[in-house]
């Protein structure tokens, strides 16, 4: 079958070339791979700023249909399509798998990156990890789960959103749009989502299409200004800070009411980022820092998604042939695209 292969360590090192189909063991199927999303964690293993086990199939975010399965399967049944959480090699015995948080497991090897991956005609994963999808929901959407489920995770379940909430989102990227999506699904009475120049082409437009009609160039407005603004002076009660750019975090603590919370979900580079700490503390503010998905938050992405109060659709802008990765990576490296879906 043809994969896309990290071949070896050193940045590049891409290829697509002829790998086995794996095969399932107990307690797991065989996915045909209907269509994968390209996520930021990608192209970072490719530039070499991910820890990453070459040779390794890229691919963590997929839609697949059940092949064939191993023993001991009663879940799932050949021809569902599904969706599957990536923590397959969580140790299951260590002190944060056993409290239920396997997606932070020291041990764990995800596909994509620690085991072979989404980017391929099949996958083996664990049934145990597995989604099923409605009929209604198509292929590409259904790929886009998975960050739709950080998302979820993240601000709803994590840092929470109660009604009537004035949330600021910073950096318009396809994270920063799903969790104004999910803030909004959840009651949020306003979202402000704030970018710069670069996001002027692409990104929000895109938010204004969807429905968000506060959105804000920092480079030609001040967002703090706006969002105090709307907040009679008191400023947000939820800041998701999604762009992981010292000024964005620095942007976030001043964009915060007192007692307010900072959802921290954008990577940043290895090198240190100055942070305002003793503004965040005057503030008393609730700070989450966030990483990957919880088993809970995967049903109700799920639903969120398919009631129509998450439009993950919008957020696609390329649809195209696995063999075609190398156009679809450039693209999103000049932000000529938000999410990506590779159809193998």
């Not at 390794?56 to 064939?68: I, M, Y």
């Not at 999910?182 to 306003?190: D, L, M, S, V, Y």
């Not at 002076?233 to 992981?244: K, N, P, T, W, Y």
Request: charged letters at 20%.
């Amino acid at each position: 079958m043809k994969a896309l292969v990290k071949t070896q360590k050193g940045k590049g090192c891409l290829e697509l070339r002829d790998v086995p189909v794996p095969t399932a063991g107990p307690g797991e199927v065989l996915l045909k791979i209907l269509a994968a999303g390209v996520c930021g964690t990608d192209l970072h293993v490719r530039d070499d700023q991910f820890p990453y086990w070459p040779p390794v199939t890229l691919g963590h975010e997929f839609c697949g249909r059940v092949e064939k399965v191993g023993p001991d399967i009663s879940l799932v049944a050949v021809g569902d399509r599904v969706v599957g959480e990536p923590h397959t090699k969580a140790c299951g015995h260590c002190y944060l798998c056993r409290t239920g948080n396997i997606q932070i497991c020291a041990a764990k090897r995800s596909p994509g990156w620690g085991i072979d991956g989404a980017m391929a005609e099949y996958l083996v994963m664990p049934e145990r990890l597995l989604h099923k999808v409605p009929a209604s929901m198509s292929d590409e959407v259904a790929a886009v789960i998975e960050p739709a489920a950080n998302a979820v995770h993240d601000v709803l379940e994590r840092a929470t959103v109660e009604a009537g909430d004035l949330v600021a989102v910073v950096g318009p990227g396809p994270i920063g749009l799903l969790a104004a999506m999910a803030a909004r699904a959840a009651g949020a009475r306003e979202v402000v989502i704030i970018g710069r120049d670069v996001d002027e082409p692409l990104r929000l437009p895109k938010a204004r299409e969807l429905g968000f009609g506060r959105t804000v160039n920092g480079q030609q407005q001040n967002p703090v200004e706006v969002v105090q603004e709307l907040s009679d002076g008191r400023g947000a009660d939820l800041v998701v800070e999604c762009s992981g750019s010292a000024g964005g975090i620095a942007m976030g603590v001043d964009l915060a009411r007192k007692k307010g919370r900072f959802c921290a979900i954008g990577l940043t580079r290895p090198e240190p980022i100055p942070f305002p700490y003793s503004k965040a503390s005057f503030k008393v503010l609730d700070m989450f820092f966030c990483l990957s998905t919880s088993y809970t938050c995967w049903d109700k992405t799920i639903n969120l998604v398919a009631g129509g109060k998450m439009n993950l659709g919008a957020i696609i802008t390329h649809r195209k042939p696995l063999a075609e990765w190398e156009s679809v990576f450039a693209d999103i490296d000049h932000q000529r695209a938000l999410k990506a879906v590779l159809i193998p």
